[in-house]
């Protein structure tokens, strides 16, 4: 059986090592807490679906800590996504976009797009710098249940299924990004 570690704030160094190694962790951001895997590693980002119990063909969203991270993982981006991501972000903005192929299929469900967004949380943030990989993290809950918003929802629900949490306390909004796709611009 798997024992969930539970870390403080100042100890995400130690939950972005587990993301390196293929690991699951769930950690707040702004809205949510999100189950996160290193967004480039196939198998890391199956283990999502099977502790979600969600379907492989829905997509994930992509959480980067900087803007500079969209080279890694997208491509042929215009001007007015440009202007929309430096508007919105960091924040609960997700926006599609062209993705390259080092995006996993199973994170994109097969399609050729990826959700990415920053979010605003320092923890999120922090985690994804020193993990130094794009975190693919839906909401932290089995699927059609609500979205956690705390450590005390997350562990009882998901605690024989993630490695471990960062316990950030409560989160503001307890309500997904908004995911935005620019068309014809």
């Not at 500079?68 to 001007?79: F, G, S, V």
């Amino acid at each position: 059986m798997l024992i969930t570690k539970i870390y403080k704030p100042s100890e995400f160094n130690e939950a972005a090592k587990e993301l390196r190694l293929g690991e699951l962790v769930a950690f707040p951001t702004e809205t949510v807490y999100g189950l996160g895997a290193d967004g480039l590693n196939a198998d890391a980002v199956r283990k999502i679906y099977e502790a979600k119990g969600r379907k492989q063909d829905n997509p994930l969203i992509l959480h980067i800590s900087e803007i500079e991270m969209l080279d890694r993982i997208a491509t042929d981006i215009t001007e007015l996504e440009y202007k929309l991501m430096h508007a919105f972000w960091p924040g609960p903005f997700t926006i599609i976009l062209n993705k390259k192929p080092i995006v996993p299929n199973n994170v994109t469900g097969g399609m050729n797009t990826v959700g990415v967004r920053t979010p605003s949380g320092t923890i999120a943030r922090k985690l994804i710098s020193y993990a130094d990989t794009p975190i693919a993290a839906p909401s932290a809950n089995v699927s059609g249940r609500p979205s956690g918003t705390n450590v005390k929802d997350i562990y009882e629900e998901l605690h024989n299924k993630v490695d471990c949490i960062v316990d950030g306390g409560d989160c503001e909004y307890g309500l997904e990004s908004t995911v935005v796709r620019v068309i014809n611009n």
